[in-house]
């Protein structure tokens, strides 16, 4: 049996115009056998199904590279890595993997989780036990003394639950490599940006050059890609020059680093949405917005907006990503806010920035030759929609407008359910934001009447 898609218009990944009076055709393993002219189209046999998206815009999956599985949607780092176990964490990734499928991201990268969680979703929803997306997993970090995701005092180090895993030497970096490939990784993480700066305010790398060259050639020799968090030049520039296949963020990126990139194939996931949505939904009530975050957000996103035009402009892959699993960036509801981004913020047009979030996308993907573009021999993973993104990018994110949802041949539905939130994550313990001091409680009566009342 055969399935036929009729398409009002057709997108495939392949060029940046859409064609009318296409179809799409695909076996019972649900791979694309022909695309193109609905009258070229091979003929109908009795027990061939027809779709009909007559009146839809068809288009690939949406892939997102920056989707964290295990956060579950995050208020705090403690959050994310002390108060709920990690088979809690499990199911809890797993509906959400659910929600960002029905949102029309066929495939996600889950760069950097706690346990064995990204890889366990990823063979749970391979193996048919349940509808998702296709999850291209990552382990624990691999951070060392004062690297990302060490945050908690040495005598603490980085519990067993973290995100992180404390590497402190290049060998003991090695070793577990191995392990999260025995254990089944598609990717190795490293926490590239240390937590120190200089007097100048820049971050100091995490790991040496030499260290960084050491982890991403034993990545490598064992077939997987290896990705970093890296905002500062010194991270960034390390990245670039071991030959990382893919470095998120990367704000301070600078001409070194792009000849570097040109050099080792490296791409740049600039991951816009989750500075972005810290700058517009902080409200000021937020311990987020007390610490000063949502302004330090505003000032990392105009200078990366800068250097990730430059770097795109140089030639270096530019590839969409969200930071999804925190709470100003929730499964499922904002992964196509980064296109809209990619469009005002950089220059993308809509086309570009539809296959940057498809077809670039998928070149890292594990897999990614099967995914990305509707072409004969790759997986039948596409959506449709009622009005054209070309048009409009920002209808994207509109579920209205969100016909349906396939991957390799099958519609996924979510169905929509209640579920309290602070039994999901809800977990830090900070209670006050502010010290009440005399000075502080008599400021604070000169703003608020109600305390002046209570005088
Ligand atoms: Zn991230």
Not at 16 to 41: H, K, S
Not at 410 to 433: G, H
Request: aromatic share 8%.
């Amino acid at each position: 049996m055969k399935t036929f898609v009729r398409c009002g218009q057709l997108f495939t990944g392949c060029e940046d115009e859409a064609e009318a009076g296409r179809m799409l055709v695909f076996d019972q393993e649900g791979v694309l056998d022909y695309v193109g002219a609905e009258q070229a189209a091979p003929r109908r046999a009795g027990g061939d199904r027809m779709l009909d998206y007559s009146a839809s815009f068809v288009m690939p999956g949406l892939i997102d590279l920056h989707t964290h599985l295990a956060y579950g949607n995050a208020k705090s780092e403690e959050d994310i890595d002390l108060y709920s176990p990690l088979e809690f964490r499990a199911l809890r990734g797993l509906f959400f993997a659910q929600h960002v499928a029905a949102a029309g991201f066929t495939a996600i990268c889950s760069p950097g989780d706690a346990g064995q969680i990204g890889l366990s979703i990823r063979n749970a929803i391979r193996a048919g036990l349940f509808d998702g997306p296709r999850v291209m997993a990552a382990g624990r970090y691999l951070t060392t003394h004062q690297g990302l995701t060490d945050w908690y005092p040495t005598w603490i180090g980085a519990p067993e639950t973290s995100i992180g895993k404390l590497v402190t030497t290049a060998a003991e970096a090695v070793e577990e490599i191995r392990r999260q490939v025995k254990d089944g990784v598609d990717c190795i993480k490293i926490a590239l940006d240390g937590i120190q700066r200089r007097d100048n305010g820049e971050l100091v790398a995490a790991f040496t050059q030499d260290e960084t060259g050491i982890m991403v050639r034993e990545v490598h020799r064992l077939g997987k890609k290896a990705v970093a968090h890296a905002r500062g030049r010194e991270a960034t520039l390390y990245a670039a020059r071991s030959g990382i296949d893919l470095i998120f963020h990367a704000n301070h990126l600078d001409d070194a680093c792009i000849a570097a990139m040109l050099e080792t194939g490296s791409a740049v996931c600039p991951t816009m949405t989750h500075p972005r949505n810290t700058v517009d939904f902080t409200q000021s009530h937020e311990p987020a917005y007390q610490k000063g975050r949502p302004r330090h957000a505003q000032r990392e996103y105009e200078i990366g907006c800068a250097n990730w035009k430059k770097a795109r402009a140089a030639g270096v892959p530019m590839m969409t990503g969200t930071d999804t699993g925190f709470a100003v960036t929730p499964y499922g509801e904002w992964h196509a806010r980064e296109l809209e981004l990619f469009v005002d913020d950089l220059g993308f047009s809509p086309a570009a920035a539809l296959r940057a979030a498809t077809e670039v996308n998928a070149r890292f993907m594990t897999g990614g030759e099967h995914i990305g573009r509707l072409e004969p021999g790759r997986f039948a993973d596409f959506i449709a929609l009622d009005a054209s993104p070309l048009a409009n990018v920002g209808i994207l994110q509109d579920r209205g407008r969100l016909r349906a949802v396939y991957i390799a041949g099958n519609e996924i539905r979510v169905a929509e359910r209640d579920y309290d939130p602070r039994q999901v994550t809800d977990f830090a313990l900070s209670n006050w934001t502010d010290l009440y001091t005399r000075a502080r409680v008599a400021e604070l009566r000169g703003q608020h009447p109600r305390l002046a009342a209570a005088e």
